[in-house]
């Protein structure tokens, strides 16, 4: 599943930003995100990094959790408030369990 960029440089609005952290020799990253370094590509100097529009994204999930598959991508909550009920239905239709994430949470 591919994965939106959900931050963007503070002074160009633009997702080219890179976060330089410590990781170990297996990848693990070490650093809190209070002393990341944010590095915009744009601008080609250190930014802060600040949330595009919050985003809420659907997923439909199979009742064991095995496979999972976003259907939709929402920018404003209230038009998510207004798909949800179709959207749940279809679900069921499907025989899937409607998820959402909001890009707030961070879940990765
Ligand atoms: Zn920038």
Redesign the pocket.
């Known amino acids: 599943m591919s994965k939106t960029k959900i931050m963007c440089?503070s002074?160009?609005k633009?997702d080219d930003?890179s976060w330089q952290v410590w990781a170990d020799e297996l990848n693990n990253v070490n650093s809190s995100p209070e002393d990341k370094f944010v590095y915009?590509d744009?601008?080609e100097e250190e930014?802060i990094a600040t949330l595009k529009k919050p985003v809420i994204r659907v997923y439909f999930e199979t009742p064991n959790h095995s496979s999972c598959e976003e259907v939709a991508t929402f920018t404003e909550e209230k038009y998510f408030d207004a798909c949800y009920r179709q959207l749940e239905e279809v679900a069921k239709q499907e025989g899937y369990i409607l998820t959402e994430s909001f890009s707030e949470l961070e879940d990765e």
């Open positions: 440089c002074v160009c633009k930003i915009c744009n601008c930014t």
